[in-house]
């Protein structure tokens, strides 16, 4: 192990010393002299220090403990279980990271995140035992918090007594509003006093005040946002947690929400759009894997858990002029503005283009041509302007009608803001699908990146998708091409070969269809073994009512597939594929065309028995009809059962389908 030196272990002294001075500010003082933004760079910064020179950590680092202080004024109380903070990620390549790291222990299937506002407040539990609350403690230094639930029971939000007997405890975040926070800082002013410098400040000064009335007057607000020992209550999504503590009529946050991977980044985006204008203040987007049932497995580092992760919107800025406004399309012929700017600075990056999103955003912001507008850079991949600062004149900028590559005509379709090009030989949606068909995360063909495909397009080599497993009949004309000789050619055409061998889910997320991400081509590919099979469901009745695939992705699936010229192309491609077994496993066709719904309690959670059903050839459904064959019924079923009596559908337990599944052919 390496050694540091003395300036190195001085330097680590020091950010040892600054971040607990830092730390004493921020949870005991209520009054913190640096932003959030230094706080965590310097925190990075010494953990990286520490990874390094792992001799040479000091036993007070801020790394070797969860962080948080106590107060002396109130008793001190033992948490039951750990309260841990969350990891930061301030760009999608760190969200990435923490998504790949999920991969590694839970199957992809079972995958999908939930989101919240990060709040910027206090970290609060609530324990009730027989519908009562007993305690609420702060997250102090994680281990042990302070007892302050005399001043919690004065918060009106917060109920005294719930409807449920068994012992719960719930954690969440107490925090001010921006309008109490004007109020009571306005309130301090008219007597000449100075008030709080934040909201955050106030709540966190306010539940540590002694005499619980102050509490009171201030108006305080909470939004809990987990529950602690999930199995206890049945419970084994982050989804159903929400739900759970909301019938319990506690306060959750109504911008709760579970999304697929494949559409995390964007949400991402958008909460960026939204977040300023909120009634409370957020630092961030919370995001946890939605299936509680992997998250001991995952496990914790030292202070935080591996299951969630707080993104965190860096809000660097810098002033920049536009000098022009392009409408771009991307694969699916959605069109994005893109700001051209004179070029700036902006988190160590030279900043040249700006994301606009729609035609919407330019008319709500005021935008246009020769503008000075603020540019951040907030976790994206491309920055986005904030604001404008200095307007040239009046806005003159006009709506594109026509695509900007084909000159089709363009229209709003599914009811939103976007604009779509609708035609189907648009050179540059041609582009992006052969870009995204070819990309690491599809099927991955290496050689023939961008550039390559747009030099292969422009020469008429490359038009379609099935033009790339007939490159081998354009040899000469490849090597022709400046910068392609012999090896390169080889190298491309190698690549191809080995990648017609591959996993029906792979070349189903390829195809780009919209609304089709990696995780629905992975639920596609367990119901279906090839194209034959999907193109012959035209209603897609295998997967209709599937759960964890939704509508629009079925109703955007559902028109590509009965599209005639998308029938010809997809029986074309397979014929060039060669699929290897997949873990998809077919344990019998015992339940072959039958229909399942599940309710109630069962020995295992859902998801057992839903892959148990579909590995035996069954389907599930997530609600009955007249084609249900079967309700597998637990104990505590709900309004299922009576639903099915009524449609006089066969009701099972546990033990009568393990019959069916188990019965010789």
């Not at 295998?542 to 029938?567: A, F, Q, R, V």
């Not at 060669?578 to 309710?599: G, P």
Request: with cysteine; glycine share 4%; proline share 2%.
């Amino acid at each position: 192990m390496l050694k540091a030196s003395i300036e190195i272990k001085k330097h680590m002294l020091d950010l040892v010393q600054k971040i607990n001075q830092w730390n004493k500010e921020y949870f005991l003082d209520n009054n913190p002299s640096v932003s959030d933004l230094v706080y965590d760079k310097a925190l990075l910064e010494l953990e990286e220090l520490e990874k390094k020179y792992p001799l040479d950590i000091n036993p007070n680092s801020p790394t070797q403990n969860v962080g948080g202080y106590l107060n002396n004024k109130f008793q001190k109380v033992l948490h039951d279980k750990e309260m841990l903070s969350l990891s930061k990620a301030y760009n999608y390549d760190e969200i990435t990271k923490f998504i790949e790291n999920i991969k590694k222990i839970v199957p992809i299937e079972k995958i999908n995140f939930s989101l919240e506002p990060k709040i910027d407040g206090l970290s609060i539990s609530l324990h009730y035992k027989n519908g009562y609350l007993i305690r609420a403690l702060t997250r102090g230094d994680g281990k042990e918090g302070e007892d302050v639930t005399d001043n919690i029971k004065v918060i009106d939000s917060i109920p005294k007594i719930i409807n449920y007997e068994n012992s719960l405890e719930v954690r969440g975040e107490i925090f001010l509003s921006k309008e109490n926070f004007k109020i009571l800082n306005e309130s301090f002013h008219k007597k000449g006093e100075k008030g709080f410098a934040n909201p955050r400040n106030a709540a966190s000064g306010t539940l540590r005040q002694l005499d619980n009335k102050v509490v009171l007057e201030r108006n305080l607000s909470a939004f809990l946002y987990e529950l602690v020992e999930p199995n206890k209550h049945n419970i084994n999504t982050q989804k159903d947690a929400i739900k759970f503590i909301k019938e319990l009529n506690l306060p959750v946050n109504n911008l709760f929400k579970v999304v697929e991977i494949e559409d995390l980044e964007e949400e991402i985006n958008n909460f960026a759009e939204i977040k300023n204008n909120l009634a409370y203040d957020t630092d961030g987007l919370v995001i946890k894997l939605n299936n509680l049932t992997y998250w001991e497995k995952l496990g914790k580092t030292a202070k935080f858990p591996k299951h969630s992760i707080a993104f965190k919107y860096d809000v660097e800025q810098a002033i920049s002029t536009i000098l022009d406004i392009k409408a771009t399309v991307g694969r699916t012929g959605k069109i994005t503005y893109v700001a051209n700017l004179t070029p700036v600075e902006l988190n160590q990056t030279i900043v040249q283009n700006a994301t606009l999103h729609n035609y919407n955003f330019i008319k709500l912001h005021n935008i246009d041509i020769g503008d000075e507008v603020i540019i951040i850079k907030a976790g994206e991949i491309i920055p986005k302007i904030l604001d404008t600062v200095n307007k040239k004149s009046a806005t003159n900028y006009h709506k594109v009608l026509f695509c900007p590559s084909c000159n089709y005509e363009l229209k709003e379709i599914e009811g939103n803001v976007d604009q779509y090009c609708l035609n189907k030989f648009c050179e540059e949606k041609m582009i992006n699908s052969l870009i995204h068909f070819c990309s690491r995360k599809a099927l991955n063909i290496a050689g023939l990146g961008e550039n390559t495909i747009r030099e292969f397009f422009k020469n008429n080599i490359l038009r379609n998708i099935l033009d790339i497993f007939s490159l081998e009949e354009k040899k000469e004309i490849i090597q022709n091409l400046p910068n392609f000789g012999s090896l390169k050619y080889k190298n491309i055409i190698d690549s191809i070969n080995e990648r017609k061998k591959c996993k029906f889910s792979d070349i189903l997320f390829a195809l780009g269809i919209k609304h089709l991400g990696e995780r629905a081509s992975k639920i596609l590919a367990n119901n279906y073994n090839n194209f034959a099979e999907l193109l012959n469901d035209k209603e897609l009745e295998k997967i209709t009512n599937l759960t964890n695939i939704g509508p629009k992705t079925i109703e955007s699936l559902k028109n590509y597939i009965n599209d005639d010229e998308n029938k010809l192309f997809l029986l074309k491609l397979e014929s060039y594929l060669n699929y290897f077994e997949t873990n998809k496993m077919s344990l019998s066709n015992n339940l072959f065309n039958l229909s399942f719904a599940i309710t109630g309690k069962l020995s295992k959670n859902r998801d057992y028995f839903q892959n148990l059903i579909l590995s035996h050839g069954g389907k599930v459904s997530n609600s009955l009809s007249s084609k249900t064959s079967y309700l597998l019924a637990g104990e505590d079923a709900g309004s299922k059962l009576l639903k099915a009596k009524e449609l006089k559908i066969k009701i099972i337990n546990e033990e009568e389908f393990n019959l069916l599944i188990s019965k010789e052919q």
